[in-house]
Each structure stands twice: as C-alpha cells, then as structure tokens.
C-alpha cells in the first residue's frame, strides 16, 4: 500500500494545482467583473451628457421660439 507520507505528499501537489487554477479563475472573473463595472458606468456617463445635451437643446429652441414671438 501507498504510505500515508506519500499520499500527503499528492494531496499537496494536488492542492497546489488546484489552489493555483482557483485563484487563476477568481482573477480572471475579477477583471471581467471590472471591465464590466468600468462599461456600465461609461454607459450611465454618457447617458447622463446625452440627456444633460438634449434639455439645453430643449432650452435653446424655447429660447429661440420665444425671443422669436416677440418680434411678432
């Protein structure tokens, strides 16, 4: 039979392996996680322009028709 020095002995190895594939995943799935984070947040930025732009526009042409009815 195999000693238990030597099944320890491939626990280890195994456990090595393993724990370097888990934390090899967990930075991948981080980084993807941040990417994601990173795109949501430039999505609500540019959003938050597009709306910011189209209520100035909006003010501008109620500006224009007004200052334009007075001269009627």
Same mark, same amino acid.
């Given at each position: 039979? /195999? *000693? =238990?020095?030597? /099944? !320890? %002995?491939?626990?280890? !190895? !195994?456990q090595e392996k393993i724990d370097r594939k +888990? *934390? &090899?995943? &967990?930075?991948?799935? /981080?980084?993807l996680i941040k990417e994601q984070k990173n795109? $949501?947040?430039? !999505? +609500?930025? %540019? #959003? +938050? +322009?597009? $709306?910011? &732009? &189209?209520?100035?526009?909006?003010? =501008? #042409?109620? =500006?224009?028709?007004i200052k334009h009815m007075k001269k009627l």
């Open positions: 039979m /195999l *000693s =238990d020095e030597f /099944l !320890n %002995q491939i626990f280890r !190895n !195994n +888990i *934390s &090899y995943e &967990y930075h991948k799935r /981080l980084k795109e $949501e947040r430039e !999505n +609500i930025k %540019q #959003g +938050i +322009i597009a $709306e910011l &732009y &189209y209520k100035e526009g909006f003010k =501008d #042409g109620i =500006d224009f028709i």
